[in-house]
């Protein structure tokens, strides 16, 4: 067999894709330069430094990151393009995280190196480098790539595989999050319509200027509001005068009517300094400032009124 000379590649040779094979994943301790060994017709023994080596590796790792990156994001952007149109969004979702699910169930140790951490760069050549840099620089400036699965080697592809399906299943989450404060709004906002209709608010002269559609948007305000306002506005409509007038006989027990339906303290007192706040000098201006808002009603009324929806939080 004949041994040809030592060749001395160096970072650029691998940048320009000089270097065709797999680069080793280290350098022997106490080593500054890397035997790299190739078979072919005749056995060549190339020689880097580990200067070169470590300039190298660090581009390899930078290629894998970041094609991993943008791999899960395409992923994840075909499946919200199909997702917002799919009639039955749960279904779809549950069904895609279901077949990740077991994918990664059938082959656990596939499972077991993306856990692990394990990542294969060492075979990324330098055009596959500026591919991916290439890819970013588009992806960075907001266009459309459509990646259909492209990875650099088969460990990547699990490890996009197995990211996407973590951020299938976070995204599952936040709608189940989303939907339990839905319930909780829809829950609070029934309660106040209930209690309101029995007190006869919706039999107030300025509520009963409203179309019904715009009564249900009043409640949703009031409901949406932080405590202030909402003293503010049933003021403002004359509920609390028409609560003393017809209903309670003192003020202790109205507050805490009022403070049950806001879901306020039980005695009913940041009621009554909220109140107290707008018929005379509030005993606290920093703590109770439903005064603040009375303008801010006046207004969101009147919107309501003429039909230009105010929005539920001002």
């Known amino acids: 067999m004949i041994m040809k000379n030592k060749i001395k590649y160096t970072f650029e040779d691998w940048f320009n894709d000089k270097i065709d094979y797999r680069i080793p994943g280290e350098i022997p301790e106490g080593k500054n330069e890397l035997f790299i060994f190739f ?14 080596y470590e300039q190298v590796r660090k581009h390899q790792q930078v290629a894998y990151d970041t094609a991993l990156e943008m791999i899960v994001n395409d992923y994840v952007r075909n499946f919200q393009e199909i997702y917002d149109y799919s009639l039955n969004k749960a279904e779809y979702l549950n069904n895609e995280i279901r077949m990740l699910q077991e994918f990664f169930d059938k082959d656990l140790y596939r499972k077991k190196n993306v856990l692990a951490g394990f990542k294969d760069w060492s075979c990324i050549k330098g055009d596959e480098y500026q591919k991916v840099m290439k890819l970013k620089a588009l992806f960075d400036s907001g266009k459309s790539l459509k990646l259909k699965g492209w990875t650099l080697n088969e460990n990547m592809k699990m490890t996009a595989f197995y990211k996407y399906l973590q951020r299938l299943i976070e995204f599952r989450e936040q709608l189940k999050k989303q939907g339990e404060q839905i319930k ?64 309670f006989t003192t003020y202790n027990e109205r507050n805490k009517k009022i403070s049950k339906w806001f879901n306020s303290d039980k005695d009913g007192r940041a009621v ?42 001002p």
Do not use: W
């Open 272 to 313: 009554r300094g909220y109140i107290n706040s707008l018929n005379s000098e509030p005993e606290n201006k920093n703590r109770y400032t439903a005064y603040l808002y009375k303008e801010t009603v006046q207004t969101d009324y009147q919107k309501l009124k003429k039909g230009v929806l105010p929005p539920c939080c």
């Open 184 to 247: 909780i709004k829809q829950t609070n906002t029934e309660k106040i319509k209930d209690g309101f209709n029995e007190y006869g608010f919706f039999d107030l002269p300025m509520v009963k200027q409203l179309t019904n559609g715009n009564k249900k948007k009043l409640i949703e305000i009031i409901s949406s509001n932080k405590l202030p306002y909402k003293i503010a506005m049933i003021n403002y409509l004359g509920f609390i005068k028409h609560l003393d007038e017809e209903y």
């Open 39 to 52: 078979k072919g017709e005749d056995l060549f023994r190339q020689l880097m430094t580990k200067q070169d």
